[in-house]
């Protein structure tokens, strides 16, 4: 009964490559996330997807796209996959709260590596 | 940029000393949340301190903010060398998105 849960967990791949990550919550919440965590373990947002709605985009190359087919799910599709976009990508959820209560559940990771 | 600024950058102490964490951002900070990372999972919500608030506590774990409300720090007492983690301070916007520091690496050494 894992709340948010993104596969694949590990993901080995050839630049030029196009690959997609899958997440899906299992807590009722409006708001997905999608970020990154590069070498120097620093997490930058990528996107924010409240009840269907892109919210967010942070500078983010137009080669990545999430895809949100109902509000459960939000998968990160990567085309033309760049040595650089090697990092763990992290799916989180929330749901707003108000006087900024709002906490976020995180799944476990999917390492992608692009050689 | 909206990222938060933690130092240190890396901490390693002996098992039963206090870790203390600061976390600042070039703006005020409202609500902070910090969290916990084990090497190789996801990030585990630890503690929320709102605006109004100047300490929190919740177990070992004590956040407390300085009068400039620049800055908060996360003090874990009585360290175990299982509280050995990577440790973020999140600010969250308007847009109810969450914006992490840079993250401080604790070692416990039993």
């Known amino acids: 009964d894992t709340a948010v849960s993104q596969t694949p967990k590990y993901l080995v791949t050839q630049m030029g490559n196009d690959k997609s990550i899958k997440c899906e919550q299992n807590?009722?919440?409006?708001?997905m996330y999608w970020y990154k965590q590069d070498s120097k373990k620093f997490l930058k947002i990528m996107f924010s997807y409240n009840n269907k709605e892109l919210i967010i985009n942070e500078t983010v190359p137009n080669r990545f796209s999430p895809k949100s087919p109902d509000k459960a799910h939000l998968n990160l599709h990567i085309n033309s996959l760049e040595l650089g976009d090697s990092a763990v990508y992290f799916c989180?959820?929330?749901?707003?709260?108000?006087?900024?209560?709002?906490?976020?559940?995180f799944g476990q990771g999917t390492r992608l590596t692009v050689v | 940029s909206q990222q938060g600024e933690e130092d240190p950058q890396a901490l390693s102490i002996q098992e039963g000393e206090n870790a203390t964490m600061n976390c600042s951002y070039k703006t005020s900070i409202n609500n902070l949340q910090w969290y916990r990372q084990n090497s190789g999972r996801g990030l585990v919500h630890l503690i929320l301190i709102r605006s109004n608030e100047r300490e929190k506590h919740s177990g070992r774990l004590r956040v407390t903010l300085d009068t400039s409300k620049k800055s908060r720090s996360l003090l874990i007492t009585a360290s175990r060398a299982a509280d050995t983690a990577s440790y973020f301070c999140?600010?969250?916007?308007?847009?109810?998105?969450?914006?992490f520091g840079t993250g401080t690496r604790l070692t416990v050494i039993p």
């Open positions: 989180a959820s929330s749901q707003p709260r108000t006087g900024g209560r709002t906490e976020a559940f």
């Open positions: 999140a600010r969250l916007t308007g847009a109810n998105n969450l914006f």
């Open positions: 807590l009722g919440h409006d708001t």
